[in-house]
């Protein structure tokens, strides 16, 4: 499991051969449940319970601004910053010609067929600020340039080559107000 060293593996595998009580059974039980309760949304992309995320079903929420992310898990950094109220679109990946990820295996169609359906007026790019982020983040730019919508990214502050994940939520809240035009 992420994050648990060989320490934490043997503290664990110990204290579920000895535990006296059904907590190791209510733990697998729940690692069940959650595998099978929880899936990708099918418009944003990010975890929902039913076909589509509380996000997404959230009427207090703007339609017209939509902030685009690698993966599902850059949403919940975002959210904590209360500074977005709009609506995401995960990509599930970056375009990375060495690892053989192309913009076929990522959701573009699925965003430019929001464009097309929703009432979206600006797209904020969110994309890492490595090289394949910024090469996934001008392939859409460029799919993009003949809509009626305004393209903007988050400004910087995210450190080079880091994710989302690892920026705090002062420099990530800045990040989205002072995002540019692109
Ligand atoms: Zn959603």
């Known amino acids: 499991m992420p994050g648990v060293g060989p320490r934490s593996a043997e503290r664990i595998a110990l204290w579920m051969v000895g535990a006296r009580d059904n907590k190791p059974e209510q733990i697998a039980r729940a690692i069940t449940d959650t595998r099978q309760s929880i899936r990708s949304c099918k418009l944003c992309g990010f975890f929902a319970a039913g076909e589509i995320c509380d996000i997404c079903a959230d009427s ?3 339609t017209e601004l939509l902030c685009v992310v690698e993966q ?13 109220r709009g609506r995401y679109h995960s990509l599930g990946g970056k375009i990375s010609p060495l690892d053989h ?3 076929d295996d ?3 169609k699925e965003l430019l067929e929001r464009v097309d359906q929703e009432k979206i007026t600006e797209i904020i790019f969110a994309l890492p600020a490595d090289v394949e ?9 460029d799919l993009l340039k003949n809509k009626q919508v305004n393209l903007t990214r988050i400004a910087r502050g995210i450190p080079a ?22």
Request: net charge negative; proline share 4%; no cysteine.
């Open 101 to 103: 990820i192309g913009p």
């Open 161 to 182: 080559g880091g994710g989302l994940e690892s920026a705090d939520e002062l420099t990530l809240s800045a990040a989205l107000s002072g995002r540019t035009k692109l």
């Open 72 to 84: 599902a898990t850059d949403i919940l950094p975002l959210e904590k910053t209360n500074a977005f």
């Open 60 to 62: 207090s929420r703007s």
């Open 106 to 108: 990522l959701r573009i």
């Open 133 to 141: 982020g910024e090469s996934t983040t001008s392939y859409i730019v």
